[in-house]
């Protein structure tokens, strides 16, 4: 049981709050493989656009500064339960190395001690989590809301006719994607935005996670 003491009170540390961007992210191709043929010398198809949103996101200045924030913030929740978590090392690695000696009664009493000093870490962790999740979340559809209007402006130059998400094409010709205007708009109108953490109120005990 000592040693499932060990392993729960990691659980209590925060390694990562924000997930990587689906912009960032880069497939490898497995060994051996043999590379599809280019798809991309199509004619332009008039009047059909793409974007990719979440390319706006990793580009803009607006959306690169909320991501240097949020790590901010995440790093900022890890140290907080991080000095939570400090003072129960000590008294684990004790535990562990007199539970050997100890009867069985006053060894499962230790044990339930430590659970119980354990479980508000593990619980403050889970919230840190969420209330940063909640704030990510938030944060892109203030930066989504920003950009929609340049968005329509943009389709509106390049007189679209339809607007398709650019993760969802296959291949084709991808001259009328109109990511990289929306970028420099977006720049041109904001760069920033403040924000603090979300603050959520604790999960009842017994709580389902959501």
């Avoid at 729960?8 to 590379?35: D, E, K, W, Y």
């Amino acid at each position: 049981m000592n040693t499932q003491l060990a392993a729960a009170l990691a659980t209590a540390v925060i390694s990562a709050f924000v997930a990587p961007s689906h912009a960032q992210a880069q497939v490898t191709p497995a060994a051996g493989t043999v590379a599809a043929p280019a798809l991309s010398e199509g004619p332009v198809v008039p009047g059909v656009c793409m974007i990719s949103r979440e390319a706006i996101f990793a580009n803009a200045k607006v959306g690169q500064s909320a991501s240097a924030r949020l790590k901010q913030l995440a790093d900022a929740a890890e140290t907080e339960v991080e000095s939570d978590r400090k003072p129960l090392d000590a008294e684990i690695k004790a535990f562990q190395a007199e539970a050997p000696k100890l009867p069985e009664a006053q060894r499962r009493a230790r044990e339930l001690a430590l659970s119980a000093k354990l479980q508000p870490v593990q619980a403050k962790a889970a919230l840190r989590g969420r209330e940063i999740e909640a704030t990510r979340t938030k944060v892109m559809g203030r930066i989504a809301d920003a950009a929609q209007p340049v968005i329509a402006q943009v389709f509106k130059q390049r007189a679209c006719g339809l607007l398709l998400d650019r993760n969802t094409v296959l291949a084709g010709n991808m001259t009328n994607d109109l990511t990289p205007a929306v970028v420099q708009g977006l720049d041109a109108k904001i760069s920033t935005i403040p924000f603090e953490r979300e603050t959520l109120p604790p999960q009842a005990s017994g709580a389902p996670a959501r």
